[in-house]
């Protein structure tokens, strides 16, 4: 028989040498002041580069693009331009507003955000997740409770909130141990947060991010929201199946027997338990329909001039030629070349199709389930999801006067085509270079939790360093996804880290930061590995794009 451990030996644990590293990552994250504090501490800071390198040093680099090329100076130099005298003050002074409303980022969410509440507001969202976790018994439950996560991020707060609580209480309820089904949940939900069968609030984020960096070397460059979308599809298929192999084999017997008198004995929410009741699955009945009907205006909107159906080994069954006056046919193809993917407007303008899709399906579900009955209700949803945004509306102003300042001062023009220069003449140009930077984005993770404040500081560096060796701005911001998703679910830093721990404390009073670093560890490891495989089997291996109208090199060849 074992001894009871003696309390203090319990209170201070032989502490090894990760455990150690864990701390000392936490120890420099907690050293970083608020990201918004971050932004308006990096504008100054660019002011000031801005001034030494370009005043005082007049540092300058030969432009690597060909002669008439979009912002080449005649004599093919790009040189630091100083924002410390009287012409940068007047320009940050007069530019202080449309640097902020212009930022390419601030629109998309705002306008897609407005169709999510809509959803949320209705109670789609969480009679969606319920549907697909509550439906599945103890055997597939894993496995839906990580898919719904994936899912989930289409409304990023949705899985934080609802699912991953609901998930332990699930677990607990079949017998299982409820941290096990939480982290199951928080792996899909962060961990799968580049993973996803829709586009959702993230993709216009960072695809904007991504745009606004790679007109530093392209000034008519435009990144779409599904930029990354054949990528995403294959990766929730891939996030799913890890996920849950590593719930099922590695966390849950780590976590052994689960001893209830641990728990808050308020844990329990009747309502999360609740199964999905009959009006809200007449609502989701209406809900697919309006989606069948966004997905038919949709391909409405892609169509040829010729509607026609064959069938393998038959051959054309029939072939119609669709009038010229039928009015929205295909008109959201390319208008110069018809085709659907390069430059189309239908992806371009992708966030238009975000707030009708949520809008629409909606407003449906909140209908026929009796949550919205008059256009005050869809307005007080849309209105609930921007107030919600205060925060990130103010990251956004500071974080857009650093962008336009470092685009000022050609300081990240610069950047990129010293760091180019250098990975040629190192030779590290190849398709390996990707696992370092893959890398990189997962340190710098650990201390910036926000995905779109730690790509809008990297972005204007590492997107026009790649472009000049060679690769696209979509994959390079498939890349960045990887590292970011990969270790969202071991960082402190992540924005819903505190929530996700207050849950898991409520099944555990005696859990702690590290407690649930060391159970998402695995996961964090084992998405990395599998998904740099599938990023170099998919893009290089097999030649394929990342999205559509994505070519994996720069220019497209």
């Known amino acids: 028989m074992t001894s009871r451990p003696d309390p203090q030996s319990e209170a201070a644990p032989k502490r090894g040498a990760f455990t ?25 800071l660019m002011i000031l580069a801005s001034g030494f390198f370009g005043g005082f040093l007049q540092v300058a680099v030969e432009d690597p693009r060909p002669e008439g090329a979009a912002g080449r100076t005649a004599d093919g130099m790009i040189r630091a331009v100083s924002l410390m005298n009287e012409d940068g003050f007047r320009r940050i002074f007069t530019s202080l507003t ?23 507001k209705s109670g789609l969202l969480s009679a969606a997740v319920r549907s697909i976790v509550l439906g599945a018994n103890r055997h597939t439950v894993t496995v839906a409770v990580v898919f719904a996560g994936v899912l989930s ?24 141990h409820p941290l096990a089904g939480m982290a199951a949940a928080f792996a899909g939900t962060s961990g799968g947060y580049s993973a996803n069968l829709l586009i959702g609030t993230i993709d216009p984020l960072l695809a904007g991010i991504t ?28 996030i799913t199946a890890i996920g849950s192999l590593v719930t099922i084999f590695i966390v849950e017997p780590k976590l052994g ?18 199964p999905v ?83 629409i399906v909606g407003f449906a579900y909140g209908r026929a389930a009796g949550t919205m009955k008059t256009d005050r209700d869809v307005i007080d949803g849309m209105a609930s999801a921007i107030s919600t945004l205060g925060l990130y509306i103010v990251l956004v102003f500071f974080a857009a006067q650093f962008v336009a300042f470092f685009g000022w001062s050609n300081l ?48 204007p560096i590492f997107v026009p360093m790649l472009m000049l060796v060679g690769y696209s701005p979509e994959v390079i911001q498939a890349a960045y996804r990887i590292g970011d998703s990969s270790t969202n679910i071991i960082t402190p830093m992540m924005s819903y880290f505190g929530l996700i721990l207050a849950w898991m ?8 930061i590290g407690t649930v670093i060391a159970m998402m560890l695995p996961y964090s490891m084992a998405f990395l590995i599998s998904w740099i495989a599938l990023f170099f089997l998919w893009t290089f291996a097999l030649g394929l794009e990342v999205g559509p109208g994505s070519p994996t090199f720069y220019p497209a060849s």
């Open 98 to 120: 449309t640097n902020f409303t212009s930022f390419a980022p601030l629109g998309v969410v705002l306008v897609a955000m407005l169709g999510v509440g809509v959803a949320e």
């Open 153 to 176: 991020n289409t409304a990023s707060e949705m899985g934080y909130v609802v699912l991953v609580p609901l998930a332990g209480a699930v677990f607990y309820a079949l017998g299982r």
């Open 412 to 459: 990240g023009a610069i950047t990129a085509v010293t760091g180019a220069q250098f990975l040629i003449d190192t030779g590290l140009t190849g398709p390996a270079i990707f696992i370092g930077f893959i890398l990189m984005c997962c340190f710098v993770n650990l201390m910036l939790g926000s995905a779109s404040a730690q790509w809008a500081v990297t972005a």
């Open 257 to 274: 027997p689960y001893d209830s008198s641990r728990a808050d004995p308020s844990v329990f929410d009747d309502n999360m338990m609740q």
């Open 505 to 512: 404390t409520r099944y555990d009073k005696k859990l702690g």
């Open 20 to 44: 150690r590293f864990l701390d000392a990552v936490e120890w420099l994250g907690n050293l970083l002041p608020h990201p918004v504090t971050l932004f308006a501490i990096l504008a100054g």
């Open 277 to 359: 009741s009959s009006p809200e699955k007449k609502g989701l009945m209406w809900a697919g329909i309006a989606s069948l009907g966004v997905f038919a205006a949709m391909a409405w909107t892609l169509m040829g001039d010729e509607l026609s159906l064959s069938l393998p080994f038959i051959g054309t069954l029939f072939s119609v030629n669709i009038p010229d006056w039928l009015p929205g046919w295909g008109a959201l193809r390319n208008p110069e070349t018809g085709e659907i993917f390069r430059q189309a407007p239908f992806f371009t303008g992708f966030v238009t199709w975000i707030f009708l899709f949520f809008l």
């Open 211 to 238: 745009t606004e960096a790679a007109q530093l070397i392209d000034p008519e460059y435009v990144v779409s929201a599904p930029a990354n979308y054949f990528f995403m599809v294959a990766s929730t298929f891939m």
